[in-house]
């Protein structure tokens, strides 16, 4: 069948120029790393070819050997990377090659910090590798055709970075890609043949398919293969990485490997290598990252690790591999007895992935838990990147509950410090004695949390007390309600107890206000009306004049905020407000006689006790009003 001429020039789409000049300018210091990503692209490229193959032995159109090939041409000026892997149809190069992962595209730009040491991280992990063609090439043509389509469905897509591609519809007898760079003037030190093996050697020597250049001949061995067809030899290990004895293998390999499955420019922070034999075996590598992901909190994003079945690799992003708070974790699962026809499904009711899972669990939180005794700073590094992942642990795996909490860090009035250090045990270590609880607070940011009035009792007496400001903290503390026998307890939540630590005349103190001060209180009630459920005098307060609390088993007035704000409904429930009797601005309260400012003094009363708490006025206008008229009667009356 001949091929119809089908030519067209179209228009990269949106933030894609920005891209390309990004990757060229925040790599073209480490400008090497073009090759690795070319031939790891050619690497998954044969592996997804291998995997369709099994369902469809066609595929491999009779030519079953799986290879890439690196090819120069000095005259031309041309570096070219090879695979017979499963190739691209002419669609697939518009979505793949002409949009870079269009779905999150935007959010990857936004990302970006304009710092090129921190976007070049990124980079790697949006998985552009391809794009870093551009770093050493003015222009780059890509030739390729899908496994199981005929010749005649060959595809030319060429650019040279700068707006545009042309795509067109050519003849190719063989499966698979060819990339050909055509190389700027400056970059001609890549046709250099032992340039080329050096940084195979050093990039790609994991990869268990074969990467081949042409054997270099020399005198009269060189002068009978003129007229041959070229020798290609092989020019990595092409073993396996995570097969080989652990002891055989470099720091650097880890690395090298690390980067090759996670597409990321920099080091793991660090991971653990295994072989587990018996009834299931199998082998894992597995990488903790440094960074996390631009696309972490995706909700369609997918995250795993890669699954292999007697070094067949069968998918990418294998999550039922890890569980979802640990979906950071990059790396690799080989298994030796698995079937080579798995899929998605079986694995959801899969006894032996079931036990994988769980050794890889087990194995990530003891890297973790052994990172942050020995080394403390690398775990606060840690910390400030997965952290909040990692709070959703004690309510997705009940198993390993109290062990990630062990893992847990907080932000704590025991420093002046917004940085999440403070552990669990370290606050067992410092309780009083006395204390039969571990005490927080939450908030909707770190300042609302360490101002809030509920903590003025306790710095007070100098009991500690965990600030709790990110969003999923308040899912945490639903499901942690205890630590090592330590109940924990929030410090607005019902009635204010301090166990052991509470003095006897406190209690005869608020017994005492609410018999001499109920006409106050009942006056407040009555004035208040339906805006709370009642009006109590407090323990909790020292120097402010009010706060609000909640019953203690009702919801936190910060989770209905973060319900609200994600667009869900709360149960209605009506805050209880505490009035410090011994304030001035209270005792001024219970003198005044006239209702009218009694009832704008209630009122203010209560929005800055909302205020503090960093809640939102539901008529912030009718706030700012009775503020004015109570500070222009002060003006009037001279006080």
């Known amino acids: 069948m001949t091929v119809e001429a089908h030519k067209e020039t179209l228009e990269f789409k949106a933030e894609v120029s920005q891209v390309l000049d990004l990757v060229i300018r925040s790599l073209y210091s480490n400008k090497e790393i073009f090759l690795r990503e070319l031939v790891s692209n050619a690497s998954d490229a044969a592996e997804k070819l291998r995997f369709e193959a099994l369902s469809d032995d066609g595929l491999y159109e009779g030519v079953s050997d799986l290879r890439i090939r690196v090819e120069i041409d000095k005259e031309a000026g041309t570096l070219t990377v090879s695979d017979n892997g499963i190739g691209l149809s002419r669609q697939e190069v518009i979505d793949t090659i002409g949009s870079i992962a269009s779905s999150g595209t935007r959010r990857f730009v936004e990302a970006l910090s304009g710092d090129q040491a921190k976007d070049s991280k990124l980079i790697g992990q949006f998985g552009v590798g391809f794009y870093s063609a551009f770093i050493v090439a003015d222009k780059v043509t890509l030739i390729s055709r899908r496994a199981g389509l005929g010749a005649e469905h060959g595809v030319r897509w060429e650019s040279d970075g700068r707006g545009s591609f042309t795509l067109e519809t050519l003849e190719k007898p063989g499966r698979g890609t060819d990339v050909i760079l055509h190389l700027k003037e400056e970059e001609k030190e890549f046709l250099d043949a032992w340039r080329l093996r050096s940084i195979i050697g050093k990039f790609s020597d994991h990869l268990a398919l074969p990467v081949e250049m042409r054997k270099e001949l020399y005198g009269e061995e060189a002068e009978k293969a003129k007229d041959e067809p070229p020798q290609y030899e092989q020019v990595n290990r092409g073993t396996a990485l995570w097969m080989r004895n652990k ?50 909190w995706e909700r369609d994003a997918k995250h795993g690790v890669k699954l292999y079945v007697r070094r067949v690799f069968i998918m990418d992003e294998a999550d039922k591999l890890m569980p979802h708070y640990l979906r950071f974790v990059k790396g690799v699962v080989d298994s030796d007895d698995m079937p080579l026809n798995v899929s998605r499904e079986i694995l959801q009711h899969n006894r032996k992935i079931d036990t994988i899972r769980q050794a890889n669990t087990k194995r990530i939180l003891g890297l973790l838990d052994t990172l942050a005794k020995d080394e403390p700073e690398k775990y606060g590094e ?140 009942d006056r407040l009630k009555s004035t208040l009306g339906e805006r709370v459920e009642s009006v109590r005098p407090s323990t909790r307060l020292v120097d402010s004049p009010a706060c609000l609390v909640v019953g203690e088993h009702d919801m936190s007035a910060n989770l209905a905020r973060v319900l609200k704000a994600v667009g869900q409904s709360a149960p209605e429930s009506k805050p209880i407000l505490e009035v410090n009797i011994g304030h001035p601005l209270v005792k001024r309260l219970e003198s005044e006689t006239q209702d009218d400012r009694f009832a704008d003094l209630a009122l203010i009363l209560l929005d800055q006790a909302q205020l503090a708490e960093g809640g939102q006025l539901d008529d912030p206008a009718a706030f700012v009003g009775r503020l004015n008229k109570l500070m222009l009667g002060m003006l009037m009356s001279g006080r």
């Open 247 to 296: 002891s055989e293998i470099t720091e650097e390999e880890y690395h090298d490997f690390y980067k090759h499955v996670s597409h990321d420019f920099d080091v793991p922070l660090a991971y653990a290598h295994n072989r587990v034999e018996g009834t299931n075996e199998y082998t894992t590598l597995l990488f903790v990252p440094k960074r996390a992901p631009w696309d972490l």
């Open 382 to 521: 840690f910390w400030d990147e997965f952290g909040r992942v990692l709070k959703e642990g004690p309510a997705e795996d009940f198993a390993n509950k109290e062990r990630i909490a062990g893992l847990l860090r907080f932000a704590s009035t025991q420093s002046e410090s917004d940085a999440q250090r403070e552990s669990l045990d370290g606050y067992l270590e410092r309780m009083k004695e006395g204390q039969d609880k571990i005490y927080y607070i939450t908030a909707d940011s770190a300042a609302a949390a360490r101002h809030s009035p509920h903590l003025e009792v306790f710095r007070k007496k100098g009991i500690e007390v965990l600030l709790l400001s990110d969003r999923v903290d308040e899912w945490l503390v639903s499901h942690l309600t205890e630590y090592k026998g330590k109940a924990l307890h929030s410090v607005a939540k019902g009635d204010l107890d301090l166990g052991g630590l509470a003095d006897a005349e406190e209690k005869e103190a608020k017994e005492k206000a609410a018999a001499e001060h109920g006409g106050l209180l």
